[in-house]
C-alpha cells in the first residue's frame, strides 16, 4: 500500500526564531529617522545631507576611509529630486574626518541647520569635546551628538585608532550625554572586539546616560585589508545572524539603552523571515567609496 502522506521539511530551528525575535524587538536609531534608506522601495535612496568642514582627525583608524578619498569642504547629498534642503528632516555635520578640530565652523554649521527648522546631528570622535563647548552646542540647538567608540579596553581602542584618547573619549561620552541625546557609534570586527562591544554597553549603561549604541558592520578594502588581517581573522565578516546575536547579548547588559543597528539595514531585515536571517551575509567587501552625492559648496 503506498502512503500518500507528504513529507514535511522544516527548514527552521531554534535560532531562525530567535533571529526573529531579535529583529521585531530592535528599533530604528533616532539619527535614521527621516532617512530615505527606511524605505525599501527606493532603490537609490540618498541619506541625509552632510556637511564637510575637515578630513583631519587625530585618529587613524584601521577601519576608516576618509583619508583615502578627497572630500571637499561643503554640503553633500541633497537629493536631485528632492533639490530643497528644507524638505529633509535632518542634517549630519560630518561623515568625513573630525569637525570639531574647527569648531567655529561646527558651530556655523548648527546655526545653519537650526534655521532652515531641521534636526542637526553632530558625529564626532569625541576628543575635543568640553563641558563649555557642550553648553554652546546646547544653545545653538543641537539635537543628537554621535561619538564613535569602538572597545571597551584602552589597549584595544589604541590598537584600532592608533591614539590613546580611550579615557579621554569615555569621560566626554558621559559629559555628553548630561545634555544631548547621545548615540555611541560601534564598528563590530568578528573575532576582534565582539565582547568588548558588549562589555562597552555595560560600562555605558552603568557610568553614562547614553540612550543609543548602534552597530555598524566592519566594511573592508583594499586600504585597510592588510591591517585587518594582522588583528584578526575576517572571514565572518557580514554575516548577519552574528551581528543580530551580539545585538541582543548587548541589549541585556544594557537595559537603559537602546543597542540597534543601521535604520536602512533594520528596514530591509523587518521583511525576511529566520531563516533567510541565519543564512545571509551582507557585502562588507568592497572598494574604497567614492562620494556619489552631489555637492554644494556651503553658504
Do not use: W
Request: glycine fraction near 4%.
Amino acid at each position: 500500500m503506498i502512503n500518500n502522506k507528504t513529507t514535511k521539511i522544516v527548514l527552521r530551528n531554534d535560532i531562525c526564531n530567535r533571529l526573529e525575535n531579535i529583529v521585531k524587538d530592535l528599533s530604528i536609531s533616532k539619527h535614521c529617522i527621516g532617512c530615505q534608506g527606511l524605505n525599501i522601495k527606493n532603490r537609490d535612496p540618498y541619506h541625509h545631507p552632510s556637511i564637510e568642514l575637515s578630513q583631519d582627525c587625530q585618529h587613524n583608524c584601521i577601519f576608516c576611509y576618509s583619508k583615502l578619498i578627497n572630500v571637499k569642504k561643503g554640503i553633500y547629498g541633497i537629493d536631485p529630486k528632492v533639490k530643497d534642503i528644507k524638505k529633509y528632516k535632518s542634517i549630519t555635520i560630518s561623515q568625513y574626518g573630525e569637525p570639531l578640530l574647527c569648531p567655529n565652523k561646527v558651530k556655523m554649521a548648527i546655526e545653519f541647520t537650526k534655521s532652515l527648522n531641521l534636526r542637526c546631528d553632530l558625529q564626532t570622535n569625541g576628543v575635543n569635546l568640553n563641558e563649555d563647548m557642550l553648553k554652546e552646542f546646547k544653545e545653538l540647538g543641537l539635537d543628537i551628538i554621535m561619538i564613535s567608540l569602538s572597545s571597551s579596553k584602552p589597549e584595544t581602542h589604541e590598537i584600532l585608532t592608533k591614539s590613546k584618547t580611550f579615557e579621554i573619549i569615555l569621560n566626554n561620552i558621559k559629559l555628553a550625554s548630561k545634555y544631548f541625546y547621545t548615540i555611541v557609534r560601534s564598528i563590530y570586527i568578528p573575532n576582534f572586539n565582539d565582547d568588548e562591544l558588549i562589555e562597552l554597553a555595560e560600562l555605558l549603561n552603568n557610568n553614562t546616560k547614553v540612550k543609543e549604541i548602534m552597530v555598524h558592520q566592519l566594511i573592508v578594502h583594499p586600504g585597510n585589508l592588510s591591517e585587518l588581517n594582522r588583528i584578526c581573522n575576517i572571514e565572518g565578516v557580514g554575516k548577519i545572524k552574528d551581528l543580530l546575536t551580539l545585538v541582543e547579548k548587548m541589549n541585556i547588559v544594557s537595559p537603559n539603552i537602546k543597542v540597534t543597528i543601521k535604520g536602512c539595514l533594520l528596514s530591509n531585515l523587518k521583511n525576511m523571515d529566520g531563516y533567510i536571517l541565519n543564512s545571509i551575509t551582507s557585502d562588507c567587501f568592497s572598494d574604497v567609496p567614492s562620494i556619489k552625492r552631489e555637492y554644494y559648496p556651503f553658504p
